[in-house]
C-alpha cells in the first residue's frame, strides 16, 4: 500500500506521475513527493510504526515507494546519545545527539537517502545508478547498488579524502574524478543525467531521495519517545537534510503523533563555505553562490540545490544559522570524542562548533532541549586530525621501560614522535 499521489511542483502546483524527472516543466521548480495524508489517518498511527522493522523502512508509509525495499534492510534506526557530559561543558539541559556516524553500511546519513533512492530506480525499470557527491553519497550509492544488484558511476570531486575514495572504490563502481569543485561535477551529473538515462540518485531521482532524509527526523521523535526537540542544530551542505527533518517534524505534528511545541531548526556550515548561514543572517532569500575553501568537504556546496528551502524552512521554524572556522571545526571534533565517545567528520565539528556559538550568543536557550544532528564518521577523514594527533614514541616491552615511560609522562616529557624524534 503507497499512499502516494505523484509529483508536484513545489512552486506552481502542477502535478506529474512518478518518474525520473526532478524540474517542472512550467516553472523549473523543484518536484516534490505528493501524498495523500487524509487517507493515512487512522491507518498510519504509532502503533503501525512500531510494529515495523527495525530500520528505516518502519516509516515506509510515509516514504515514495510503492513495492518491497531493495536496500536498507539494516540502514537507519541509529543511536540517539543523551549527552550528560556535554550538557555539563556547555551549561545546558537537556542534550541529544542523533549519531548517523553509526548508520550502516557506509557510516553517513546517506544511506537513509540512498536506500529509497535505489528502491525507486528499480521500481522505475533502472539498470544503472550514479551521483553527484562529495564523498560520503557515493559510498553509499557504491554499497547500495552493490546490494541491489545494479550498476553504479559515482561521479567526485578529484581532491576528496582518501577515506572517502577508498571507501566507494571497495564496492566495485565506475568512479570518475572530475578537476573541479562539487558544483563543477553538479553540473557535469545534470547533463550525464539527461543523455545516459541513469538513476543519478541527486538529480532526476531527487524527488524521491531527499524523502529518505526525513526518516532521521522521524527517528528523533520517536527516539525521544513521542516528543520533538525544541531545537534542532543541523549541517547543510546542498540543503536536503535540513528542511527534509523539518517536514518530518511538521508530518508528525499533522498526523498527531507528536505534540507542537513549535520546533526550531538552525543550519550549520564551515565558514570557508557558508552561503546558506551568510543569507540566513543577513535576511536574504537568495543564495549568493561561493567557492568553497575547508577542510570540511562532504559540506563544501558552494552552490546548493536546495539553499533556498534551508532558508524557508529555518524562518518558518525561528530558527537560526552559525558558521565555523577549520580550527573550530577541529576543536569541536575532539571535543565530541572526548566527552561523548563519538568520532565525527568535519560535518559534525561544524555542527557542534555551531551549536556551541548559537547557545553562547542565546539563540538557543540553555534550559530547552537541543538536539544536534551528527552526520558523517570521523574514521573517513583521519586527514584533518593526524598532524595533531600523532603517536607517542614506542618503548621496549620490559617494566622498567613502561616506568620510565610513565615517569617522563608525568613531567610532561612524553613528546609526540613526529615532534619528540
Ligand atoms: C551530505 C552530508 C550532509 C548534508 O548535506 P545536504 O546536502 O545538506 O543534505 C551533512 N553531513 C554529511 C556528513 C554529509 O555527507
Ligand atoms: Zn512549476
Known amino acids: ?111 537513509r537517502v540512498v536506500s529509497v533512492a535505489v528502491t525507486k530506480a528499480v521500481e522505475l525499470g533502472y539498470d544503472t545508478v550514479g551521483c553527484a557527491s562529495t564523498g560520503n ?42 578537476r573541479g569543485n562539487y558544483d563543477d561535477v553538479n553540473r557535469l551529473c545534470s547533463e550525464i543525467a539527461d543523455k545516459y538515462k541513469w538513476a543519478v540518485v541527486n538529480v532526476n531521482l531527487r524527488p524521491f531521495y531527499t524523502e529518505g532524509a526525513k526518516t532521521y527526523g522521524f527517528e528523533i521523535a520517536e527516539q525521544l519517545g513521542w516528543r520533538l526537540p525544541r531545537h534542532t542544530v543541523c549541517p547543510t551542505a546542498g540543503g536536503t537534510i535540513l528542511p527534509k527533518i523539518y517536514k518530518a517534524y511538521r508530518e508528525f505534528i499533522d498526523l498527531g503523533f507528536v505534540a507542537d511545541n513549535q520546533p526550531k531548526i538552525y543550519s550549520a556550515q564551515a565558514a570557508g563555505c557558508n552561503p546558506v548561514v551568510e543569507a540566513i543572517c543577513a535576511g536574504h532569500d537568495l543564495i549568493k553562490p561561493q567557492k568553497p575553501h575547508t577542510i570540511a568537504k562532504s559540506i563544501a556546496i558552494g552552490n546548493p540545490a536546495d539553499g ?24 569541536a571534533i575532539k571535543l565530541l570524542a572526548r566527552m561523548e565517545g563519538i568520532w565525527t567528520e568535519p560535518a559534525g565539528g561544524a555542527t557542534l562548533a ?58 610532561g616529557e612524553v613528546l609526540p614522535l613526529a615532534l619528540g624524534a
Open 137 to 178: 553519497l557515493a559510498n553509499s550509492v557504491a554499497a547500495h547498488a552493490a546490494i541491489a544488484g545494479l550498476k553504479a558511476f559515482v561521479m567526485i570531486p578529484h581532491d576528496l579524502e582518501q577515506g572517502k575514495v577508498l571507501g566507494s572504490l571497495i564496492f566495485g563502481p565506475t568512479m570518475v574524478r572530475i
Open 1 to 111: 500500500m503507497s499512499y502516494v499521489l505523484g509529483l508536484k511542483c513545489r512552486e506552481c502546483g502542477q502535478t506529474y506521475p512518478q518518474k525520473g524527472v526532478h524540474v517542472c516543466e512550467l516553472c523549473f521548480g523543484p518536484l516534490e513527493v505528493h501524498y495523500d495524508y487524509a487517507a493515512m489517518r487512522g491507518k498510519v498511527t504509532r502503533e503501525s510504526i512500531q510494529a515495523g522493522p527495525h530500520n528505516l523502512w518502519r516509516y515506509r508509509d510515509l516514504l515514495p515507494i510503492d513495492g518491497e525495499p531493495r536496500s536498507g534492510h539494516h540502514s537507519g534506526c541509529t543511536p540517539l546519545k543523551r549527552a550528560r557530559n556535554l550538557e555539563r561543558a556547555l551549561g545546558v539541559q537537556e542534550l541529544y545527539l542523533k549519531d548517523d556516524s553509526a548508520n550502516y553500511p557506509t557510516w553517513s546519513y546517506k544511506e
Open 354 to 411: 555551531a551549536a556551541i556559538k548559537l547557545i553562547a550568543s542565546g539563540r538557543i536557550p540553555r534550559d530547552e532541549s537541543i538536539c544536534l544532528c551528527i552526520t558523517g564518521n570521523g574514521l573517513k577523514t583521519v586527514e584533518v586530525v593526524v598532524d595533531q594527533l600523532a603517536p607517542p614514541d614506542s618503548i621496549e616491552p620490559r617494566l622498567e621501560a613502561f616506568d620510565r615511560f610513565i615517569a617522563r609522562h608525568a613531567a
Open 308 to 331: 533556498y528551502y534551508v532558508v524557508q524552512a529555518v524562518r518558518h521554524s525561528g530558527g537560526w544559522g552559525a558558521d565555523a572556522t577549520d580550527t573550530e571545526i577541529i576543536e
